[in-house]
């Protein structure tokens, strides 16, 4: 795989084309979040108090429900400030995972996708693939990785296992990320699951955030008793 589809490494040329990218993304999905359509958030302070004054080098993990295609980016462009779009090298703006069947499937689409802090994940290669421990490299280094656990577009809103890719990135991170959930309606309706996928005006959607989840003291407890090594010795 190319490196301009993997590297996290920010180039003074990548961040200028990154900045491009995910400012006209990021612009755009504000429009339709809160210009054409009206977003209602909920306890955005937990968000913002999380994301801004949590200790320097702490990885955060965000996770939600997956209704619709647009979920990402316009959640983001909702809850953030336009400037943040600007400044993709800082660790207030996300990253997060795509499939690669999907969004990877030309160079093109590749470079557009990696330039707005997405990675490429292989659905059914499980949480020990490649792209995991780039993710768990990025979260070591303090960033902010957004994950749908759902693991695809849940279009009939049902019950489903969710994947467990976050249990993996927390147990082996060098830092234990803080875990912040939240939840979101109403994004398929600005851009339906069904054809011709057109995106919608005039809509209401909300997105509600929880309360941050710290799993450092769990994690130390289970490291020192040693229960994974004794679980995969099974």
């Known amino acids: 795989m190319n490196d301009w589809t993997v590297s996290t490494k920010f180039s003074k040329k990548w961040r200028l084309a990154s900045s491009f990218v995910s400012f006209v993304v990021g612009y ?3 429009l339709f979040a809160k210009r054409f359509n009206k977003t209602k958030i909920i306890n955005i302070d937990s968000f913002n108090k999380i994301l801004h004054d949590r200790p320097k080098g702490k990885p955060l993990i965000t996770v939600c429900n997956h209704d619709s295609c647009c979920d990402d980016p316009v959640v983001f462009g909702a809850i953030l400030p336009l400037s943040t779009f600007l400044t993709p090298e800082k660790p207030t703006l996300r990253w997060t995972l795509a499939a690669k069947e ?8 590749s470079l557009v996708f990696r330039l707005g802090k997405v990675l490429p994940i292989v659905r059914g290669d499980g949480v020990y693939q490649p792209i995991m421990n780039q993710v768990l490299d990025d ?7 957004h994950i749908f656990p759902e693991g695809k577009v849940n279009e009939k809103k049902e019950y489903i296992r969710l994947k467990w890719g976050v249990g993996r990135l927390v ?23 069904k054809q011709p996928y057109r995106p919608q005006m005039g809509q209401k959607a909300t997105i509600v955030f929880g309360e941050p989840i710290y799993f450092d003291d769990m994690v130390r407890n289970l490291k020192e008793k040693q229960l994974s090594a004794k679980y995969e010795n099974k």
């Open 28 to 30: 755009t999905s504000h």
């Open 102 to 109: 999907i969004c990877f499937s030309q160079p093109f689409h």
């Open 139 to 145: 979260l070591n280094k303090g960033d902010w990785v």
């Open 171 to 193: 147990a082996d991170a060098k830092i234990t990320p803080v875990v912040l959930p939240f939840y979101h309606y109403g994004f398929d309706d600005i851009l339906p699951n």
